[in-house]
């Protein structure tokens, strides 16, 4: 005899959590279903969590949510194999509430949020995968399970289950993925005492910084994390797939190659290695969008492509998170005018145009294209570095106009007007 709820929710992830937190919350009876042995347990990213959007759905979470430091500093370094160049940025607002963000390790985070929902009402089920959809007529009304009676019937599925999400494609509210569309993303977390980290990154207890790298992929389209944890450190690379496909790179040695350049060797000095994993992120942006529901089901986070990548930011959770919760506004509001499987995908779709997720995709709709040219991460690192070289060296003890300094390095381009077009098309891009 099938199970029968008001929603299933697949996945435990932020999304799928927030998403059967509110259900649960307002009364619905919710399913909420996790393929790991817990929430989480499947899930990575690189590690930096933005406070306002959680905020809001648990007001003063980091006083009981498991954060390791507040992110009190920010910086992008323009890399070659022999020199570097950062921009850094640090703000004391960072360092108290409501903060601006907050490294996290996801298997702590997710089982978090995931008991909240349950100390709402909802039914966590985990261990178990759901493998296809019960159909009524023509629209979805549960899943199939791989528990022996794993059928769970609902009014509602939502779709949390991730970049790959099989129940959207089984839905036919998705296509199978592309290598185009997604980014490969490795990371390492590397134990380090939490003195060490305070001294080495100049940051007081508690408090963190957050760190990209362009220039560390051999020329493929991708970039570099190193985000600091309480007493650990978070290392990766993320390289686009199609790129990675087409070239003879390994990702994990440009991992170790990352690990081993001059800038980066003496911050993970004396690090030990806790764990490795590995996941593909959609990368998109708005292009990528399917559906974001009909036929009795909505997708939430990953599984709808909601992955915001400016090549400055890479933001997920937050994504997510906001997207569960417009997910259960929508399904509320459905309900409570009699129309919960009909009316709330049309709902969703209107609350995710008045939120930041769509707004923000749609605007940098142009970023995912313009962040494939190889050049940004070769050919103008490398003259990022000349540039500076030539600033800062003083081989005869004469030094030069920093304009005629540019103007000589410009001239080794193959072509400036090639160059002039880029930095337009990256500043309309971003």
Not at 60 to 84: C, G, L, N, Q, Y
Not at 118 to 144: M, N, S
Not at 224 to 249: C, D, H, K, M, P
Not at 282 to 309: I, N, T
């Amino acid at each position: 005899m099938a199970e029968r709820f008001d929603v299933v929710v697949v996945g435990a992830g932020p999304g799928g959590s927030t998403a059967a937190y509110l259900l649960a919350k307002a009364g619905l009876d919710v399913a909420l279903v996790e393929r790991g042995p817990y929430p989480g347990a499947k899930n990575i990213f690189g590690g930096v969590l933005y406070s306002q959007t959680l905020n809001k759905l648990i007001p003063d979470f980091w006083a009981e949510a498991p954060v390791e430091r507040a992110i009190t500093r920010r910086s992008i370094t323009f890399m070659t194999p022999e020199s570097s160049f950062s921009l850094d940025f640090g703000h004391t607002e960072y360092g108290r509430a409501p903060y601006n963000g907050f490294t996290v390790f996801r298997p702590r985070f997710d089982q978090w949020l995931a008991d909240r929902a349950q100390a709402a009402g909802a039914l966590l089920i985990p261990e178990t995968t759901a493998t296809d959809l019960i159909w009524q007529g023509e629209r979805v009304a549960g899943v199939i399970t791989d528990r022996a009676d794993g059928e769970l019937r609902a009014d509602l599925v939502v779709a949390a289950d991730g970049v790959n999400s099989l129940l959207a494609r089984k839905a036919g509210l998705a296509q199978p993925l592309l290598p185009g569309d997604v980014a490969l993303g490795i990371k390492q977390v590397l134990a380090l005492d939490a003195g060490v980290i305070n001294n080495r990154f100049n940051v007081a207890s508690g408090e963190g910084v957050a760190r990209e790298f362009v220039g560390c992929t051999e020329g493929l389209p991708g970039g570099a994390f190193l985000y600091t944890n309480r007493s650990s450190l978070a290392v990766g690379i993320v390289v686009q797939v199609e790129a990675l496909q087409g070239s003879r790179v390994r990702i994990y040695d440009l991992l170790e190659q990352f690990k081993g350049h001059p800038h980066v060797r003496g911050l993970v000095n004396g690090a030990k290695l806790m764990e490795y994993a590995a996941h593909l992120i959609p990368e998109r942006g708005y292009r990528m969008v399917p559906r974001y529901g009909g036929k009795g089901m909505l997708l939430v986070g990953d599984a709808a492509g909601f992955v915001l990548s400016t090549g400055v930011n890479l933001e997920g959770v937050n994504y997510a998170v906001a997207s569960g919760m417009a997910a259960a506004q929508a399904v509320l509001r459905a309900k409570a005018e009699g129309q919960m499987t009909e009316g709330s995908a049309a709902y969703y779709q209107e609350a995710l145009a008045k939120s930041f997720v769509l707004r923000n995709l749609k605007r940098f709709r142009h970023t995912p294209v313009f962040l494939r040219n190889t050049k940004l991460y070769s050919q103008y690192p490398q003259l990022l570095s000349r540039v500076l070289q030539g600033i800062y060296s003083v081989p005869n003890g004469e030094r030069g106009k920093v304009a005629g300094v540019i103007r000589r390095e410009l001239g080794t381009l193959p072509s400036t007007i090639s160059f002039l077009a880029d930095c337009l098309r990256g500043v309309r891009s971003l």
